[in-house]
């Protein structure tokens, strides 16, 4: 029997879980489904109505050394109705964005996107809605 895997959350390791919390309510319009407080750390999802899909934060209670991303982590990403809007939203907020670009392939356009980046240096990709970025 073949069984269907389903995407269901990302987790990334968090320094200040407030601080956290407030930047993905703002920059993402996410907010807390769950949290879950053990001894030592604590989970926090994430959502919005969008997607099933939430982000993980792990916040470790006392982690002392900086966590690195190695040369592995790229990013997420999530798309927006409106690209423009969204960047202009938040700059507003005072987080910085890179300038939106456009990206294409063999000619065709393939996507309309910038970047910010989250209190723990995170990259997280905003992509215009469109093709293959529904």
């Known amino acids: 029997?073949?069984?269907?895997?389903?995407?269901?959350?990302?987790?990334?390791?968090?320094?200040?879980?407030?601080?956290?919390?407030?930047?993905?309510?703002?920059?993402?319009?996410?907010?807390?489904?769950?949290?879950?407080?053990?001894?030592g750390?604590?989970?926090?999802?994430?959502?919005?109505?969008?997607?099933?899909?939430?982000?993980?934060?792990?916040?470790?209670?006392?982690a002392s050394p900086n966590y690195t991303h190695g040369s592995g982590y790229g990013h997420i990403a999530v798309s927006v109705e409106n690209i423009e809007v969204c960047h202009q939203r938040l700059k507003s907020l005072g987080i910085q964005a890179s300038e939106i670009k456009q990206l294409h392939h063999s000619e065709h356009h393939l996507a309309t996107f910038f970047f910010i980046t989250d209190p723990d240096g995170y990259k997280i990709e905003f992509l215009q809605r469109q093709g293959r970025y529904l």
């Open 41 to 62: 750390f604590t989970l926090t999802y994430l959502y919005n109505q969008e997607t099933a899909f939430e982000l993980e934060l792990t916040f470790n209670h006392d």
């Open 1 to 39: 029997m073949i069984t269907k895997t389903k995407l269901i959350h990302s987790m990334i390791r968090v320094r200040d879980l407030d601080s956290s919390i407030a930047f993905y309510r703002s920059a993402l319009e996410l907010e807390v489904k769950d949290q879950f407080v053990f001894d």
